[in-house]
């Protein structure tokens, strides 16, 4: 028999697109992505480098569990020079992806029952891996016109003493919307009941014209995750941290121990060779997105879909196609079938982005653009 965690797990909807995208490209087909979170850029050359080196010269075997110590240095440094917060290294432990740094965090801070405050829409992966652990997910609305931020009263409305911790994600994946600083510090204030944040923050340094806050600006009582694979476009490499409160490390670290004993040690190599010389390459990078996204905004707009609030973070739009539809999931496979043009279905990351696509604009604007024509001469036609 399966075991029953294995049988409720739901699918990641954006990963069973892509592959069906894939299988249609090996049939021939022109795919266009614009489904899938992964940049199209190459790892700065510095950070493959740097990798090679650390190869070379033998460093591939096990590390600290907890990392690297010249990494969670580094990681410490550049949390300084960007927020000028302070992090102990002792606090920071290095992992295989931000995706093990998550799991980890919440197998420590969550008994059997104990709740989370999440977004709706979300990250589709936050709320399975709650119950994976056997917590539960406590759903927040958030909305359009708000450009899906938080509203803290509908968060205090949800507590109760089970209760453990908010989750927040700015910039956000869906919605490539970035939380305002005022709501960050009043969702931060909940910290002095007992509660904690946590903060995926992946997509730091992704941001246009805006400027993005860790939750460390505003309380200790937080959890920060954060990693390499998108900033540094590094996803094939696995490499993420988690910043931890101090009484969480040890309980966290056996863990890696027994789970995953250390993050690859080559792999940490880089990680350092990005945080300290990538910087040129990563801002030409951000720049190409931030022209990507002032292409796609206007173009998704003037063939039916609905953007209420720019996004300013990340690579994703988040866009009203009620339009169209009132099953995100069956339009998007129409979409891809019709026009060989992958989208992600809004349902992906709750039921309140059903009717909504995102579109991810990690993609060479070419593409994008012959993608945006593929659309609107199918919608204009369609029935």
């Known amino acids: 028999m399966i075991a029953g965690r294995g049988e409720r797990i739901p699918p990641f909807i954006v990963m069973e697109v892509l592959e069906r995208a894939m ?16 940049p199209d850029f ?26 690297l110590p010249e990494l969670r240095q580094a990681i410490s440094e550049h949390y300084y020079e960007k927020y000028h917060v302070e992090v102990d290294p002792e606090r920071i432990v290095v992992t295989s992806g931000s995706s093990p740094a998550m799991l980890l965090l919440f197998a420590a801070l969550l008994d059997p029952g104990d709740e989370v405050i999440l977004s709706n829409p979300c990250y589709a992966c936050y709320p399975n891996i709650v119950e994976f652990v056997d917590g539960k997910p406590v759903e927040v609305p958030v909305f359009e016109e708000d450009g899906f931020q938080y509203r803290p009263r509908d968060i205090e409305k949800r507590l109760n003493p089970r209760s ?11 919605t490539g919307n ?15 009941h007992g509660l904690y944040v946590v903060s995926d923050e992946i997509y730091h340094g992704l941001v246009y014209e805006r400027k993005e806050h860790t939750i460390l600006e505003f309380t200790d009582q937080a959890f920060v ?29 056996k863990m890696q121990q027994n789970l995953f004993i250390s993050a690859n040690a080559f792999v940490q190599w880089a990680g350092i060779a990005a945080l300290t010389q990538a910087g040129e390459e990563v801002k030409a990078m951000v720049r190409t997105y931030d022209r990507r996204r002032r292409f796609l905004l206007p173009r998704l707009r003037e063939i039916g879909f609905g953007v209420a609030v720019e996004p300013h973070g990340a690579f994703y739009i988040l866009a009203n196609a009620k339009k169209f539809t009132d ?14 043009v992958a989208t992600t279905p809004g349902i992906d990351f709750g039921s309140g982005a059903e009717g909504y696509i995102r579109f991810s604009y990690a993609n060479h604007l070419d593409n994008l653009a012959e993608g945006v024509n593929r659309l609107e001469e199918y919608l204009s036609n369609r029935a």
Not at 181 to 186: R, S
Not at 327 to 340: I, R, V
Request: proline share 6%; glycine share 8%.
């Open 327 to 340: 099953d995100s999931y069956a339009f998007a496979m129409e979409l891809l079938e019709k026009t060989k």
């Open 42 to 67: 190459d790892t700065p050359n510095c950070v493959k480098e740097a990798a090679y080196r650390a190869m070379q010269e033998g460093r591939t075997h096990y590390t600290d569990s907890r990392g």
């Open 178 to 192: 970035l939380l305002e600083p005022e709501v960050l510090e009043e969702i931060a204030s909940f910290s002095g």
């Open 225 to 253: 995750i954060n990693g390499f694979s998108k900033l540094y476009a590094m996803t094939g490499w696995r490499l993420g941290y988690l910043i931890a409160p101090p009484q969480f490390i040890r309980p966290i670290q």
């Open 164 to 174: 453990k911790a908010i989750m927040v994600n700015s910039p956000s994946n869906p």
């Open 23 to 38: 299988s249609m490209a090996r049939e021939g087909h022109d795919v266009i992505h614009m489904e899938v979170g992964e």
